[in-house]
């Protein structure tokens, strides 16, 4: 069975633009959660969906946004690009939403903003 | 919002010998806890869980020791290998922070040969 896959896997822009990054979760996981990891720093949360609906959202700028397909892929999109937003995107996703349970995670998209 | 700090940020041992890494957790409504190893070049992947009703755990190598009342969690790891070399990172996850799982600032671990 195929993991949960991540496109790009690089990718380098410039300060202003703007990024689309994508994921497909694993076959039947209904839940997607986007994180980022800068390097030598643990994975930050910044979006959970669940069933195409907005589930959390971390501490992160209005730049950022994203959204869940009908086929439970997803988006996260960054606009206006900062210097500071150069990591590691890593998308994971898991069966369902509740207290307990294992986020499967991507090789993710690595960002690079110059 | 939850909180969970790691130490320490590095840690080298000789083969054969056991590593031990301490988190600390702050919102006391998180119930599951979980441990993830990074590889380079990969994304974090679920070594071993622990569930808030359990103090302990135990598969083959690794084990994982909850005080809920501390607020505080560990993992062992017995007769390290080099391939046990990588960055692990503990988390907690529960109803009061929305399910979202906090990842700690993660531990690079050297195991010399």
């Known amino acids: 069975d195929a993991g949960v896959t991540q496109s790009p896997t690089h990718l380098i822009k410039t300060r202003g633009q703007h990024v689309t990054l994508r994921c497909s979760p694993i076959?039947?996981?209904?839940?997607v959660s986007w994180y980022q990891q800068v390097l030598g720093q643990g994975p930050q949360f910044i979006f959970q969906y669940y069933e195409k609906e907005e589930r959390g959202r971390g501490n992160f700028p209005d730049r950022f946004s994203a959204r869940q397909f009908p086929n439970y892929s997803s988006e996260l999109n960054v606009n206006a690009l900062l210097l500071g937003d150069s990591a590691l995107y890593l998308c994971a996703s898991s069966l369902a939403e509740g207290a307990v349970g294992e986020l499967f995670f991507g090789e993710g998209s690595r960002l690079t903003v110059l | 919002g939850e909180n969970v700090e790691q130490h320490p940020s590095t840690l080298s041992v000789q083969e054969g010998d056991s590593a031990v890494i301490k988190c600390t957790y702050s919102?006391?409504?998180?119930?599951?806890f979980p441990w993830y190893k990074q590889e380079l070049g990969k994304g974090p992947q679920l070594i071993i869980d622990?569930?808030?009703?359990?103090g302990e755990k135990k598969d083959q190598r690794i084990a994982v020791t909850l005080n809920k009342t501390a607020k505080h969690f560990s993992l062992h790891i017995t007769e390290t290998q080099p391939e046990d070399s990588a960055v692990y990172f503990c988390a907690a996850k529960g109803r009061a922070g929305g399910f979202k799982t906090i990842f700690g600032a993660g531990t690079r671990l050297f195991v010399k040969a």
């Open positions: 076959s039947g996981h209904k839940s």
């Open positions: 919102d006391s409504a998180s119930n599951y």
């Open positions: 622990i569930r808030s009703n359990v």
